[in-house]
């Protein structure tokens, strides 16, 4: 697979085991995928201004910086047209549908 084509995913998340299990999963699906971390909302905005195109992200609800939605609202605002979806340990239905509400394109609890 060329450069150009190889699809990129953002995984956010404080956790590094819980951020290694993503990727690992990432690898299974997509073999020849580039993925990206962020353990923090400071590193998920230099992350995702440094990749625009990234085709995912993964979006943990609960890091250092983050206050409820505001990474999604973030997300939303800045880089509206990258999917992102949301995972939680949170499974809260009413959680899930304000996350939906806010823009998110799925929910992993």
Do not use: K, Q
């Not at 409820?68 to 239905?93: C, E, K, Q, W």
């Amino acid at each position: 697979m060329a450069e150009a084509d190889r699809s990129t995913f953002i995984v956010a998340d404080d956790h590094p085991l819980f951020r290694e299990a993503l990727i690992h999963a990432v690898h299974n699906c997509v073999p020849d995928a580039e993925v990206l971390e962020a353990e923090s909302l400071a590193t998920l905005y230099d992350v995702v201004e440094s990749n625009p195109d990234a085709d995912l992200l993964f979006l943990d609800l609960n890091m250092p910086g983050v206050s409820g939605f505001s990474a999604l609202a973030y997300m939303r605002n800045n880089h509206g047209s990258m999917p992102t979806v949301i995972v939680s340990a949170v499974d809260d239905p009413a959680v899930i549908r304000r996350a939906i509400h806010h823009g998110a394109s799925g929910f992993i609890p």
